[in-house]
């Protein structure tokens, strides 16, 4: 924008102001559809099955949430397929009981992919990946800010645990 002006005495001024739009941005699900894997498998816990679009999940033995064993430090994880500008990760735990299930876990981001056989404590001092630790019990929705470019995020378990979530 510019503005000029002319006084009475014949003086003129200007002034110049760049205005910048930005562009606006929806969340989209990138995970949607995408290849998953997980530790283990319990059930009809498919990994896939929090990728397929429904945030209702109940139990392993209705296939509507991804389900792990019993084991130490479970993980599920999902390959975007291209590196992508990730502001947040939304969670949807499952909708019946045990949901106290999912809790004290991390979110690791990165645009290589997770190496086989890593332990959580090589992810979590791998200065590498993004990664941000959600501390007590989950709701039946989570939105965590992750603000980073990745293209594999893995969600692990602290501790001995089982890991479901319906998407």
Not at 48 to 58: F, H, I, R, S, T
Not at 113 to 140: C, H, M, R, Y
Not at 148 to 159: D, F, H, V
Request: glycine fraction near 6%; hydrophobic fraction near 35%.
């Amino acid at each position: 924008i510019t503005y000029a002006y002319t006084d009475s005495n014949g003086c003129i001024g200007q002034e110049n102001i760049d205005i910048i739009v930005n562009k606006c941005t929806t969340s989209e699900n990138l995970a949607l559809n995408k290849p998953t894997n997980q530790s283990s498998t319990y059930g009809n816990g498919d990994p896939n099955l929090a990728v397929d679009g429904n945030m209702q999940g109940e139990s392993p033995w209705t296939p509507d949430l991804q389900h792990t064993m019993a084991e130490e430090n479970p993980w599920w994880q999902v390959d975007l397929g291209a590196t992508a500008s990730i502001q947040e990760v939304v969670i949807f735990n499952r909708t019946s009981e045990q949901q106290q299930r999912l809790n004290n876990f991390y979110i690791f981001a990165s645009q290589n992919p997770f190496p086989i056989n890593v332990t959580l404590q090589q992810l979590v001092d791998d200065v590498s990946i993004q990664k941000i630790f959600f501390q007590g019990v989950a709701g039946i929705q989570e939105s965590l800010q992750l603000n980073t470019q990745a293209r594999y995020i893995r969600i692990q378990i602290l501790g001995t645990a089982t890991l479901h979530m319906a998407e």
